[in-house]
Structure formats: C-alpha cells, structure tokens
C-alpha cells in the first residue's frame, strides 16, 4: 500500500515569506508526527497529533510554527516569516496508533531559506 | 525517556555481520527499546524493538541484556544497502496513549566492499 507521502519535496524560499508543508501519512494511522532535521543533526520533535488534536506541540520551536491536521488524516505544517536556521529537512512520521506502535516516515521536504 | 548512547561511527566489511551498540542505563522496567535506521535522503525506517527478550526479524537481531542497560543490533550479512544512520531510541509502553520519541545523533555504520 501507499506510505506517508509529503509534498513538496524541496522548497526554497525566501527570508521572511510563509511556507506551507504538508504530510498524507497511511489511510487509517491516526497518529502522525512532524521532525526535523538539520544538516548532520538527529531528528528533532516538533508536534504529535491523536486524530485532530495535537496533545504535544512541545518542540515547536517558535510562535512562528503551527500545525493542523484535519479529517485525522492530512497534516500542514506552516512556517511563518521564515528565517534562515529553519533550513532543514522536515519529516512527517505516522503510526497505527499512539501507543507502542512503530512509525512510518515520508521522504521529507527539504526546506532552505535565502 | 531514557537517554541512549551510541558510537558516532563504525565500519563492517560487506558480508561480515555489523555489530552495533547502544547503552540505556537509564531505561526503566515499562520501556523498549527501538531501532531505526535512516538510508542517504530518505525518511527513518523502522527495523526492530524488544523489551527483554532477544528478537530477530528479516532485517536484523535484537541482544538485550539481562540489565537492559545496553543492547546490539545485528545485521548477519551486511550489504552495501545497509550503508545508513542508525538510531537506537528507547519508548515507554504505556503513557496515556501517547510517546513522544527522541532521536539522538545515531551510528553512521558504512558498510565497506
């Protein structure tokens, strides 16, 4: 079957504008999570949702990040007024359920600001 | 949950069995422990986890120690394939439902011809 799929794969965009990523993970995970990774870092834990509702947006790192999921299915992370040190790549991982449940990740966004 | 240590780097002779390390000293009674790996551009990908008992699966084996502070994955045969970014992570089993999971900075294992 289809896995997590994101889109766009790469974005560059310049400092200051908004950027909009998003994430369909697979048809009937109803956990889903947004990472991300700088260059030669681990994975960094932005957000998690549970259907809709986001239980932990402990690691998103500023007011300028936000995500929403609707229909427990697709998920937008959006970036305003970008700064350069938001370059990385961003990753959406889902996973059958929230509990002890392995997760599945897309191939990412490869997102660099000028 | 519990933080996890591993080597920044190794190398295995393609065919030889890649041995990989992982130290959680830290990890409590109700926590797995968890590998993934991460191939050049593309997203983790899970391979196997374990709570204490050894586990093996198509991709690789899970040793546990009878502490449960450290375990090893095994790939039996290496391949050029399995040129990747390791990461050992550990989870709790139950938390209300939810584990936020961290990975850290992984093994880069190059598998050598």
């Known amino acids: 079957g289809a896995g997590v799929s994101q889109s766009p794969s790469n974005k560059v965009t310049e400092k200051g504008k908004d950027v909009e990523l998003r994430c369909d993970p697979i048809?009937?995970?109803?956990?889903l999570y947004w990472y991300r990774q700088s260059l030669g870092q681990g994975l960094e834990f932005l957000i998690y949702f549970q259907g809709n509702s986001a239980p932990d947006k402990s690691g998103l790192p500023s007011d300028r990040f936000s995500a929403e999921r609707t229909g427990g299915s697709v998920s937008t992370l959006t970036i305003q007024r970008t700064q350069q040190e938001d370059s990385a790549v961003y990753l959406c991982?889902?996973?059958?359920?929230?509990?002890?449940?392995?997760?599945?990740f897309g191939p990412g966004t490869r997102l660099t600001v000028t | 949950d519990a933080k996890t240590t591993q080597p920044t780097s190794m190398d295995c002779a393609e065919g030889r069995a890649a041995n990989l390390p992982c130290n959680h000293s830290t990890i409590s009674g109700n926590e797995y422990v968890y590998w993934y790996r991460q191939i050049h551009s593309q997203g983790p990908q899970y391979i196997i986890h374990?709570?204490?008992n050894n586990e093996t699966n198509e991709m690789a084996s899970l040793i546990i120690t009878e502490d449960r502070k450290s375990s090893t994955l095994i790939l039996p045969h290496a391949t050029l394939r399995d040129t990747a970014v390791y990461y050992c992570?550990?989870?709790?089993?139950?938390?209300?439902?939810?584990?936020?999971?961290?990975f850290g900075i992984g093994t880069k294992l190059q598998v050598i011809p």
């Open positions: 992570i550990v989870r709790v089993a139950n938390s209300g439902g939810y584990q936020k999971v961290t």
């Open positions: 374990g709570l204490k």
């Open positions: 991982a889902s996973s059958l359920a929230s509990g002890l449940y392995e997760q599945y």
């Open positions: 048809s009937g995970h109803t956990a």
